[in-house]
């Protein structure tokens, strides 16, 4: 096992590698005129929050952008201060930089993520599993066709919905205003149940589609017929023969699922005003601070590879066959 | 030459799996019947959009702003005065060019990369397998919206964007299933004969991703719709005056939500409706080609039945 470990750690090098390539490329291919546009928008002096590190000129900006050199000057610029000072980069905006905008902000993804994680596999595990043990059945009809609408109501949506109709009928709406979880445990968690629940919620349907079919697959297992024919229990059979069996697969993906919830949160903290890294990084999107997203990206692809690592290694450790291929 | 493989051919036409496949969606998929329906409504909605409106997506009546649906306007009339049923019904098109178009893009990626990935295998695969491995290690959504803001915003650029951030994921699928088809006996045999590389992957490997490669397209187009539809709500997708579904939610929907709230209701309504129909149609494709999930033998439930009769005796 631990072989395995170190080979697969080892393999975050060039991924990596190739990560901080494609995030380099996406600085490069900002078009010229959009360093124009921020020329032109510092001008205006609308949006300097504070003191600009980078003088305002396209000459500036383009070299606080690391344009202004040879290709490979560059990029060797570039990852150098990442390796050495771990510094990802500041706001082209402000003073900030990305780390300690993320400091603030990964807190708040984190907590959303995590808590629409729990929801969705609470709802989908379950259902999934009595889905499948009861094929065919009433509940399992019924859930199924729950969980297809679920997969067809886009997330957005359903914020939505949440935001203006009960304050159409009753004139109630979530709150807007962030309470931090060090100030007001309760308020916090409050404020985060119904973004939580609507991600959650939105996840829960193909998860228990994915439980269901693993489900299944085990079910149809020879292994399983002999646990009948032994005479075991249904309780049994189910959990001890064939669920052990199917979470391996779903196991797997669960890890991945994260991934996806982290993505998922860009919209809901832009609907629900939570200021978090989906936010920033529609914010530094919007106001063209390239080097904030190239930052954020770098962020988000090393949590994405840790994420992978981490399916894989959870495979590893509950299918042992993975591990001597 | 009398008696060439091509003409005994002749006697299949294309259409034969085409009818086939049409007859069993009706005999045993009626949910994906129902899909398919949906599906066409769209694309009809879509293509006739001219026709079918009552008013033009940007026709501004400036005397009838908010109104809520009437017999004049039936799903009432936005902030600008324009008809809401108008709008969603020229969004059906805009959904359906960025769902096919990604969609096909998408498959072309995956299935050119999967093919020549997995076929050439060695060096070549593996750098190409890095780079794909570093790409899936972004959140999709954090790619959408990085190459919607360096492409900037437009109905060409989302269904690029789109696209080959799913395609190059989804050659994986494809690679995966050109490596198991590499070692078939036929293929070997092709090889043996002095097959050319072109002529094993057209004539051999082709023909047999093919039902993957359908598969994929038909189950990604549910996503390219929401994911065109949450772009544009994020204001990196359509740009307005397009009436984008995902758009039109959060531009007219959620400035005006306490004035007009059927503003947010539609466009959602729509595109759940057209979603649930890809799904489901995408779904019965998927069980209708892939003969493993067809069912009947070895079920739990048929398992279960027997040895239960069988302890009981």
């Given at each position: 096992m631990s072989a395995y470990i170190i080979r697969r750690l080892l393999l975050i090098i060039p991924t990596l590698f190739l990560v901080s390539i494609l995030v380099f490329i996406s600085i490069r291919l900002v078009?010229?005129?959009?360093?124009?546009?921020?020329?032109?928008?510092?001008?205006?002096?609308?949006?300097?929050?504070?003191?600009?590190?980078?003088?305002?000129?396209?000459?500036?900006i383009k070299a606080a952008l690391g344009l202004d050199v040879p290709f490979y000057?560059?990029?060797?610029?570039?990852?150098?201060?990442?390796?050495?000072?771990?510094?990802?980069?500041?706001?082209?905006?402000?003073?900030?930089?990305?780390?300690?905008?993320?400091?603030?902000?990964?807190?708040?993804?984190?907590?959303?993520?995590l808590m629409a994680f729990i929801i969705a596999q609470l709802l989908a595990l379950p259902i999934g599993?009595?889905?499948?043990?009861?094929?065919?059945?009433?509940?399992?009809?019924?859930?199924?066709?729950?969980?297809?609408?679920?997969?067809?109501?886009?997330?957005?949506?359903?914020?939505?919905?949440?935001?203006?109709?009960?304050?159409v009928w009753w004139g109630w709406s979530p709150s807007m205003v962030y309470i931090p979880f060090s100030q007001d445990p309760l308020g916090n968690l409050g404020l985060m149940i119904l973004p939580?629940?609507?991600?959650?919620?939105?996840?829960?349907?193909?998860?228990?589609?994915?439980?269901?079919?693993?489900?299944?697959?085990?079910?149809?297992?020879d292994y399983i017929r002999t646990a009948w024919s032994k005479g075991l229990k249904e309780r049994l059979v189910v959990f001890r023969h064939a669920l052990r069996n199917a979470l391996i697969?779903?196991?797997?993906?669960?890890?991945?699922?994260?991934?996806?919830?982290?993505?998922?949160?860009?919209?809901?903290?832009?609907?629900?005003?939570?200021?978090?890294?989906?936010?920033?990084?529609?914010?530094?999107?919007?106001k063209r601070d390239y080097l904030m997203v190239s930052g954020l990206n770098i962020t988000y692809a090393t949590v994405g590879i840790l994420l992978i690592i981490l399916t894989?290694?959870?495979y590893a450790y509950l299918d042992p066959r993975i591990r001597y291929r | 030459m009398g008696n060439n493989p091509e003409i005994k051919h002749s006697s299949y036409h294309w259409s034969k799996p085409i009818i086939n496949f049409l007859k069993r969606l009706v005999k045993e998929k009626p949910l994906g019947l129902a899909g398919g329906l949906i599906v066409l409504a769209m694309l009809l909605g879509g293509i006739f959009a001219e026709s079918l409106a009552p008013y033009g997506f940007n026709e501004i009546h400036l005397a009838d702003r908010l109104k809520p649906p009437s017999s004049i306007y039936l799903l009432g009339t936005d902030n600008l005065g324009r008809d809401v049923l108008?709008?969603?019904?020229?969004?059906?098109?805009?959904?359906?060019?960025?769902?096919?178009?990604?969609?096909?893009i998408a498959t072309a990626v995956a299935a050119i990369i999967g093919i020549v990935s997995g076929f050439l295998g060695g060096k070549f695969d593996i750098f190409i397998q890095r780079i794909v491995d570093a790409w899936l290690a972004f959140p999709a959504m954090i790619l959408l919206l990085t190459g919607m803001a360096l492409l900037g915003n437009g109905i060409t650029q989302i269904t690029l964007v789109l696209g080959l951030a799913v395609g190059i994921g989804g050659s994986r699928l494809v690679r995966s299933r050109v490596?198991?088809?590499?070692?078939?006996?036929?293929?070997?045999?092709?090889?043996?004969?002095?097959?050319?590389?072109?002529?094993?992957?057209?004539?051999?490997?082709?023909?047999?991703?093919?039902?993957?490669?359908?598969?994929?397209?038909?189950?990604?187009?549910?996503?390219?719709?929401?994911?065109?539809?949450?772009?544009?709500?994020?204001?990196?997708?359509?740009?307005?005056?397009?009436p984008s579904w995902g758009g039109m939610l959060s531009q007219e929907g959620r400035a005006n939500m306490l004035m007009a709230p059927w503003l947010s209701l539609w466009p959602g309504l729509a595109l759940s409706v057209v979603v649930y129909g890809v799904n489901m149609f995408g779904d019965a494709v998927r069980d209708i080609l892939d003969p493993r999930l067809r069912g009947g033998v070895g079920r739990y439930s048929n398992v279960k039945k027997k040895v239960k009769i069988k302890s009981s005796k």
């Open positions: 078009p010229g005129s959009v360093i124009d546009l921020m020329v032109a928008q510092h001008g205006g002096g609308g949006d300097i929050s504070s003191i600009s590190s980078v003088e305002i000129s396209p000459e500036g000057v560059q990029y060797g610029r570039w990852i150098k201060e990442i390796i050495i000072h771990g510094n990802l980069g500041s706001s082209l905006w402000t003073q900030t930089t990305v780390t300690q905008e993320l400091s603030r902000r990964v807190p708040i993804t984190f907590e959303l993520a599993i009595i889905s499948a043990v009861r094929q065919d059945s009433l509940v399992d009809y019924t859930t199924r066709s729950v969980a297809i609408v679920g997969l067809s109501v886009p997330n957005f949506w359903l914020a939505t919905l949440v935001m203006v109709y009960p304050s939580a629940l609507i991600l959650g919620t939105s996840m829960a349907g193909s998860m228990m589609r994915y439980m269901r079919t693993m489900m299944l697959d085990v079910l149809k297992e697969p779903v196991v797997t993906l669960l890890v991945g699922q994260f991934t996806v919830l982290i993505g998922g949160s860009v919209i809901i903290e832009q609907i629900f005003n939570l200021p978090g890294m989906g936010r920033l990084l529609l914010d530094t999107l919007v894989d290694l959870s | 108008s709008r969603i019904i020229f969004g059906a098109r805009i959904s359906m060019i960025v769902g096919l178009g990604a969609s096909a490596l198991v088809m590499r070692e078939f006996v036929y293929i070997q045999a092709g090889k043996a004969i002095g097959a050319s590389t072109s002529r094993v992957v057209f004539r051999h490997i082709l023909p047999n991703v093919m039902p993957i490669i359908i598969i994929f397209f038909t189950v990604s187009i549910a996503g390219m719709i929401l994911g065109e539809a949450a772009l544009s709500f994020l204001g990196f997708g359509v740009p307005p005056p397009q």
